[in-house]
């Protein structure tokens, strides 16, 4: 295969199985492309993605502002009270003078998700106007930087840990918090595993498409 120029390179995909190369040919709402080779998938197109996007995005930042505005957990120790909450989380190592981890803990389990969330809303609502081509361009190479970055599920999992190393010494309640946190972690991993970008930027080049082609037509 004799490739013209780069832009050549666009209409062609890889499979990530066998690493065949294809031709990328327009299909129907809602089907997928498989390799001729292996079966594997090559690519889905379905419009739905969007909407599902959207919902997923709002019942996220919704969850994600729940899980900072309400104790993650009570422990008592000792009959003395303790709560703690995600921003609580962040300035405590602060106050104790931990600044490179504060910076670096604040990053990784509020700013980064915060914006990922926040990124996938405007995202998804300006390919539902059909918008925004520079824009969605821009959002989703953002997107691709700062989404191994969100450490939520991590924080969640070292939380985990450090109650069952506490029970034996302390009381421990789960807050309202908690269970937010549990949520929003779930409604991220659904994202990154159900929402490939590489479906979306496809989507993105499919509705400029039609678009054009409704302009000229
Ligand atoms: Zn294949």
């Not at 031709?23 to 079966?39: F, N, Q, R, V, W």
């Not at 969850?63 to 003395?80: K, T």
Request: glycine share 6%.
């Amino acid at each position: 295969m004799k490739l013209e120029n780069e832009d050549a390179l666009d209409n062609l995909i890889i499979c990530h199985q066998c690493y065949t190369l294809h031709e990328e040919i327009p299909i129907k709402d809602g089907s997928k492309a498989c390799c001729s080779t292996c079966g594997g998938i090559l690519y889905r197109y379905d419009t739905r993605l969007i909407d599902h996007g959207l919902a997923l995005s709002i019942t996220g930042l919704i969850f994600f502002i729940l899980a900072n505005l309400f104790p993650l957990v009570q422990i008592d120790i000792l009959g003395s009270e303790q709560f703690i909450t995600i921003p609580k989380t962040i300035f405590s190592l602060f106050e104790s003078g931990f600044y490179i981890v504060g910076i670096i803990c604040a990053f990784l389990i509020f700013i980064f998700p915060l914006m990922i969330f926040i990124v996938n809303l405007i995202l998804f609502t300006l390919l539902k106007f059909g918008r925004g081509d520079q824009w969605t361009k821009d959002l989703l190479i953002l997107l691709s930087h700062i989404t191994p970055w969100s450490m939520t599920d991590i924080f969640l999992i070292s939380i985990l840990v450090a109650l069952v190393k506490l029970i034996g010494y302390a009381q421990i309640h789960m807050g309202i918090s908690f269970w937010a946190l549990a949520v929003f972690v779930f409604i991220d991993l659904y994202i990154v595993k159900r929402l490939h970008l590489s479906e979306v930027w496809m989507l993105r080049k499919r509705i400029i498409q039609n678009r054009e082609t409704d302009d000229r037509g």
